[in-house]
């Protein structure tokens, strides 16, 4: 079982040294409570390597060998491998063929009767994961599929309680094995294997037994056992209890029988993700904390167990925006409103920028959706209406924390993993609502209104002075950049070009060196390359204006086409390109303040990455691996034998330009996971951090910093 548990980043290294998050194990807690002996679980036998990969567009991730200060996580963007099922396995529905035709088919890709497949069960899951977790990943970011899994299984609890029943749920996570146990109503026995393997079958379909349920179909349980190497599932109603369990989704027992007395009701879920689907994973304990909170804030009352840590909240979004707005302090006093078709608290601070914290039917839309976009409009309307003015979104909402939710018998989300909303039919009632709401509180609140008003007008003059500051500076600067940018080599093709431009990129490579290793590989039409002189200006602490002061900052700021806008963005990747060792890991930091200072919106966007480098290169005469971690090094000397040699690249520089060509393209169909482009985007856990770790690794250098980076630098870079 190659499945972890683990913590992540050097903050959680801090947290870990201060002794943050003790955890201890659980037992089984279906095991220990049933009566007759419902079969020993097969463990599924040891995950192969994947023979193939999905042949859908992807980026490939390699083992990053060091953690970004500057964001809270960084994650590795993860491989997404198909299912086994293939079309020569596949069993075929087509009427009558001839055999010769089912050659002909399977052999040389002709379109006939014979081509038409027909998959089984929960075949297509396994062949399409995609389609219903979004992508696979080891777990190193917080959207890859591991969390999903875990995700569907706790959110089925979740409805439980949300439905009036159980008060409590119970997570175990170790050794990559996950144990859900609710104390709901349980799902009626006969029906177990169909809840949990048939996609079309659950009681989520029915709006008289589930209100507002997070899962709309019940599909994701079904996800949650074809990916999985072992699941099993149990039921307890009255006394009874149903058991089944699947490997890979093919189901290898079933029993219904008698539970021990005074066992209460509710259903168990045990699994382990599938390792021919996922790679080696490890479960990210700080992602699933998460995750717990959320649930915790969004269900005031209920209690949460996991690895013997509680989580439970009794003010629900309050507590939740008390939480995100850490050290800020609010203007006023957080106005919770609690209406037909929304729930919403919310207060200003002293930032410019809005927070919003959203979810439906308890699921997070971390992407936002038309609740979002209406409950804004909602907002500033009210407060025009009530002002007697026209304030602009981006004033009335500067510096607003808000935490909404709403609930919907129908959520139409814009894919399986519920990030986005999509129903319009709530935008009307919502900024209705929240437009009155607004308006009647502020009417009610003298004192707020003043408060309100009084940042507003604060927000204005903060914009004017930034957006005249810059047009100042802009115009200074483009004096001196013309029309040729020093160290850039453009690509033909950019993200205003439509979709010849929609995979543009640039690398931004420290020195020479590197950008001469990509120059004569790189693709001309949608690769370009911004070359450093070595590392640039530590910009914490100063003003935007200084910005345009700095000859090499200012000349990145006009490669990438963002000295006015955002949305004048000319790439849609950008990719930090630094060796791997001490002096490229602080450049990587620097440039990531560059932008985490004065174009946060483009991290958050997801427009940012770092480029992950093969370490070595082992080889014999027959065969070459290049290896992104000491682990994968030290397996693949053991695997070529005796006669094998390793070469150390301790800078981009010193990979050949024949050899680099493969480490910044898409990997082909049939290549193995050690070539291809291995991308880690830049994320953020909580936009809270921010500043606190921008200061405490870039501002000051404090007896606190030295102490930090000397205890742990060993180990965290490790190169």
Request: charged letters at 30%.
């Amino acid at each position: 079982m190659g499945g972890t548990t683990k913590k992540s980043g050097l903050l959680a290294a801090a947290a870990k040294a201060a002794g943050k998050g003790a955890e201890k194990k659980t037992k089984d807690p279906i095991k220990s409570s049933v009566k007759k002996n419902t079969s020993k679980p097969k463990t599924a036998s040891k995950a192969k390597p994947a023979a193939k990969k999905s042949a859908e567009k992807r980026t490939s991730a390699g083992k990053s060998t060091a953690k970004t200060a500057v964001s809270k996580k960084t994650v590795r963007a993860s491989s997404s491998v198909s299912g086994r099922t293939s079309a020569a396995s596949a069993p075929v529905s087509a009427g009558k063929v001839s055999a010769a035709s089912k050659r002909t088919a399977a052999g040389s890709g002709v379109y006939d009767e014979a081509s038409i497949l027909h998959l089984e069960g929960l075949e297509h899951i396994r062949l399409r994961p995609g389609m219903y977790i979004g992508s696979l990943g080891d777990g190193s970011n917080e959207n890859d599929g591991i969390y999903i899994l875990l995700k569907e299984g706790i959110d089925n609890a979740v409805d439980e309680f949300s439905q009036g029943f159980g008060k409590k749920i119970d997570i175990d996570i170790h050794d990559g094995r996950v144990k859900i146990r609710d104390y709901g109503r349980g799902i009626p026995l006969g029906k177990l294997d169909d809840c949990v393997s048939n996609v079309n079958t659950g009681a989520k379909y029915n709006n008289s037994v589930f209100k507002q349920a997070i899962g709309m179909n019940g599909v994701g349980i079904k996800a949650t056992n074809a990916l999985s190497s072992y699941f099993r599932a149990a039921s307890i109603r009255d006394g009874k209890m149903a058991v089944v369990e699947y490997a890979r989704g093919k189901k290898i027992s079933g029993k219904i029988g008698a539970s021990k007395p005074d066992v209460e009701n509710g259903t168990y879920l045990e699994f382990v993700p599938d390792e021919e689907m996922f790679g080696r994973y490890a479960f990210d304990m700080e992602m699933v904390e998460k995750r717990l909170w959320n649930y915790a804030y969004l269900n005031p009352g209920l209690l949460i167990n996991c690895n013997g840590k509680e989580y439970r909240s009794e003010k629900g979004l309050e507590d939740l925006l008390t939480n995100e707005m850490g050290n800020s302090r609010p203007l006023y006093p957080v106005f919770t409103y609690n209406g037909k078709n929304v729930q919403f608290v919310l207060t200003h601070t002293n930032s410019l920028d809005k927070f919003i914290y959203s979810f439906v039917n308890g699921q997070s839309t971390e992407d936002g959706g038309t609740h979002v976009t209406a409950f804004l409009d909602g907002f500033v309307k009210g407060i025009n209406d009530f002002y007697k003015k026209e304030y602009d979104v981006r004033d009335a909402a500067g510096g607003l924390f808000v935490a909404l939710k709403i609930g919907i018998d129908n959520p139409m989300f814009t894919s399986q993993t519920k990030n986005k909303l999509g129903n319009v039919e709530i935008r009307a009632p919502v900024i209705k609502e929240t437009q009155f709401a607004i308006d009647d509180w502020l009417r009610h609140n003298p004192d707020v209104a003043g408060e309100i008003e009084e940042k507003i007008i604060r927000n204005q003059k903060a914009h004017a002075e930034i957006n005249n500051v810059t047009d100042k500076q802009i115009r200074e600067a483009a004096k001196t950049v013309m029309l040729k940018i020093p160290k850039l080599k453009d690509c033909r093709y950019h993200m205003q070009d439509g979709e010849k431009g929609s995979d543009s990129m640039i690398f931004i490579t420290e020195g020479d060196s590197a950008t001469g290793s990509m120059v004569g590989s790189r693709d001309v039409a949608t690769q370009a390359i911004f070359s450093l002189r070595g590392k640039p200006e530590n910009m914490y602490g100063r003003r935007k204006a200084a910005l345009y002061e700095n000859e090499e900052l200012k000349n990145l700021t006009f490669a990438l086409g963002i000295q006015k806008d955002m949305e004048d963005l000319r790439y849609d990747k950008i990719v930090i390109a630094t060796d791997a060792d001490n002096d490229g890991y602080h450049i990587r930091n620097l440039v990531l303040t560059y932008f985490l200072l004065y174009f946060e919106e483009i991290v958050l966007s997801g427009h940012v990455y770092i480029l992950e480098t093969p370490l070595f290169r082992v080889r014999n005469k027959s065969a070459t691996v290049y290896c992104y971690s000491e682990a994968s090094r030290d397996k693949e000397l053991k695997r070529l034998g005796s006669g094998a040699e390793v070469t150390r690249f301790k800078g981009l520089g010193e990979i050949s330009p024949d050899e680099f060509g493969q480490f910044i393209h898409e990997r082909k169909p049939g290549e193995s996971e050690d070539r291809g482009m291995h991308l880690t985007p830049v994320t953020i856990d909580k936009l809270k951090n921010i500043p606190q770790v921008l200061q405490f690794y870039m501002g000051k250098n404090t007896p606190e910093r030295r102490e930090f980076i000397v205890h742990h630098l060993a180990t965290e870079i490790d190169a």
